[in-house]
């Protein structure tokens, strides 16, 4: 199978002088980012694992692929023999930790469909849900996917979860493009390439009889979660579609005087978010230049990854802020005409007050903050 080179974990190797990543396994030329260059390494007929030579491409004898930044001469012959010039450093780099270590600029990934690995905290939406929650949280439905008995088919079925009006034509092309792209590289290729993904790239969720895997796909307007089980004897696969505008009209900023406009069913959501005792789901986001017309809100984040992402982000108008179990919602850290403050209004909140998670959670932030920006400083109390 072809892995994706943004995706790929690598082993770092030094190639004829040159810092370089190396794989097991081909790579798919066209997710080689601009500016890298991507050559094969061929075994001899005596050991077909022992790289021997480096060629532009290889069909017999793979024994690996290279990504540089530099490009490597190649004679004319087609091959250029390695003569003990491939040498292992001893770790494994992901491509943008390979492009931090040596100082090198990494184009912006420009794909439209993009897996993460979820959070453990997340695993519930993989899952079957009540009606009702299905109905606040926008779900359209899912597709059940099996690769069939030799592991290489695809079959698939769609198991509406809402009437119609979600499922429109805009949604439907969307699907379609987004599965035929992850059949093409990604874990939906077949039974193989999906339990070598998973392997690679963590994603471990709870639930079911043997490890499942969830990875999350977010566009403008939808939100898709898929759990892949790779093994035998069972589906091997669920994609589930939440239509997110739909779950922001059903699901309210949680406040005494915004109640009223919330379902049954959403008033239950929020009863059991401030449950202590029961299992939840935590998504958090960044929400920057809000009230201006290039506002942008990034969500389904980890809350390293938010720290990250808000550390980075220049403009004086922004907001970390978490969503639990899909329906409750509070700012956390917020900064205004460049003043920051960490809020306290978790604690007035019945979905957030006294929950370990969020309490961890705000001390994470307080060190995370005030350490990556002494100049701003940070207050108590909201705005």
Same mark, same amino acid.
């Given at each position: ?79 250029? !023999?390695?003569?003990?010039? =491939? @040498? ?6 992901? *491509?943008? $930790?390979?492009?931090? /270590? ?58 509406? !979860?809402?009437?119609?009006? =979600? @499922? ?6 969307? *699907?379609? $493009?987004?599965?035929? /792209? ?202």
């Amino acid at each position: 199978m072809s892995v994706n080179a943004r995706e790929e974990q690598y082993e770092h190797v030094e190639l004829f002088g040159k810092p370089a990543l190396f794989t097991d396994s081909r790579v798919d030329r066209g997710t080689i980012p601009e500016g890298f260059h991507c050559y094969d390494l061929r075994g001899s007929d005596y050991d077909p694992g022992k790289p021997t030579t480096l060629e532009n491409q290889v069909v017999v004898n793979h024994a690996g692929t290279v990504l540089t930044a530099e490009p490597i001469t190649i004679p004319k012959e087609g091959f250029r !023999r390695l003569r003990g010039k =491939l @040498n292992f450093l001893g770790e494994c780099l992901t *491509l943008p $930790e390979f492009c931090e /270590e040596h100082g090198i600029a990494l184009p912006p990934d420009n794909r439209k469909f993009i897996l993460r690995p979820a959070s453990p905290n997340e695993a519930g939406i993989f899952y079957a849900l009540p009606k009702e929650q299905d109905a606040a949280l926008g779900a359209i439905g899912h597709v059940r996917i099996d690769f069939g008995r030799g592991g290489d088919e695809f079959w698939h079925t769609w198991h509406p !979860r809402s009437g119609e009006s =979600l @499922n429109s034509p805009e949604f439907k092309a969307e *699907l379609t $493009e987004l599965v035929n /792209e992850i059949r093409k590289t990604g874990p939906l290729k077949n039974l193989s390439a999906m339990a070598n993904y998973c392997g690679n790239r963590g994603g471990e969720i709870e639930g079911g009889w043997r490890q499942n895997y969830g990875y999350v796909i977010e566009t403008e307007r939808y939100r898709y979660c898929l759990r892949c089980n790779p093994g035998p004897g069972d589906y091997h696969a669920y994609l589930t579609a939440f239509d997110l505008r739909a779950q922001r009209m059903n699901m309210k900023q949680e406040a005494p005087a915004q109640e009223h406009g919330l379902t049954e069913a959403g008033k239950e959501m929020l009863r059991n978010a401030a449950d202590n005792t029961l299992p939840h789901s935590y998504s958090w986001f960044i929400f920057q230049d809000y009230n201006t017309p290039s506002e942008k809100l990034t969500g389904g984040l980890t809350l390293p990854d938010a720290i990250r992402l808000y550390n980075d982000i220049g403009c004086g108008s922004k907001r970390l802020g978490v969503t639990k179990d899909g329906i409750a919602t509070v700012d956390l850290v917020i900064t205004l005409n460049g003043e920051q403050q960490l809020s306290e209004d978790y604690t007035r909140l019945a979905s957030f007050s006294g929950d370990p998670v969020i309490v961890e959670a705000v001390e994470k932030l307080r060190g995370a903050i005030i350490e990556q920006t002494p100049e701003q400083g940070i207050t108590m109390g909201g705005l």
